[in-house]
C-alpha cells in the first residue's frame, strides 16, 4: 500500500478544509505548509499593489520562508500539494515547498481551492516549473461533495 501525504497551504482556512478532507478521503496523512512569517489580512489584500501577497506574485524569484519542515517525505509515494488560487497560479510559497524537498519517484498531484479562477494554469505553471516530477492532473475542491472526492482519489 502506497503511503500518501496531504501538503498544503491556507491562507484563509478554505484551503485546510479540503486538505482536511481529502487526507480523510485518500487515508493520508496531513502536513501544512506553514509561512516563517504568518500572512495578515493586510498581506493578502490582492487589491493592493504593496501588500505582501502581490509583492511576492509579482516577483518569480520571490520565495516566503517556511517552519515546520518535514523530517520524511521520503516516506511518501503520493503526495498531494494543495493551496488558494492567487493571481491564476498557485502562490509563490508553494515553490518554496516544492524545492525544499526531492520528489524524486513520487507522484504529485496538485489541488486547490479559489473564488473564481480553475486550476488550469497553477498546474501548467508547476509542470512547467518542476518537468522533472511526476504531476498527475490537479483539481479544484471549491465545495466538492466527499463522494465526488472520493470518486477523483478512486480514478488516479
Known amino acids: 500500500m502506497k503511503k500518501v501525504l496531504v501538503a498544503y497551504f491556507s491562507a484563509s482556512g478554505v484551503t485546510k ?6 487526507a480523510e478521503v485518500a487515508e493520508a496523512d496531513l502536513h501544512e505548509i506553514k509561512p516563517a512569517q504568518p500572512y495578515s489580512d493586510a498581506d493578502l489584500d490582492w487589491r493592493d ?14 520565495r516566503p520562508e517556511i517552519t515546520d519542515k518535514l523530517n520524511d517525505i521520503q516516506n ?6 494543495g493551496f488558494p488560487i492567487w ?7 508553494v515553490d518554496t515547498f516544492m ?6 519517484g513520487k507522484t504529485v498531484i496538485p489541488f486547490a481551492t479559489s ?9 501548467e505553471d508547476l509542470k512547467a516549473a518542476y518537468p522533472n516530477v511526476n504531476w498527475k492532473d ?17 480514478g488516479l
Not at 511518501?76 to 500539494?81: C, F, K, P, Q, R
Open 87 to 93: 493571481w491564476n497560479t498557485a502562490p509563490t510559497i
Open 17 to 22: 478544509t479540503a486538505a482536511e478532507q481529502l
Open 49 to 62: 499593489s504593496l501588500s505582501r501577497s502581490s509583492i511576492e506574485m509579482k516577483d518569480k524569484n520571490s
Open 76 to 81: 511518501y509515494d503520493v503526495v498531494y500539494v
Open 138 to 154: 490537479g483539481k479544484l475542491l471549491n465545495g466538492v461533495s466527499k463522494e465526488d472526492m472520493e470518486s477523483w482519489v478512486k
Open 115 to 123: 473564488g473564481g479562477s480553475d486550476i488550469d494554469k497553477a498546474c
Open 99 to 104: 524545492e525544499a524537498y526531492d520528489f524524486n
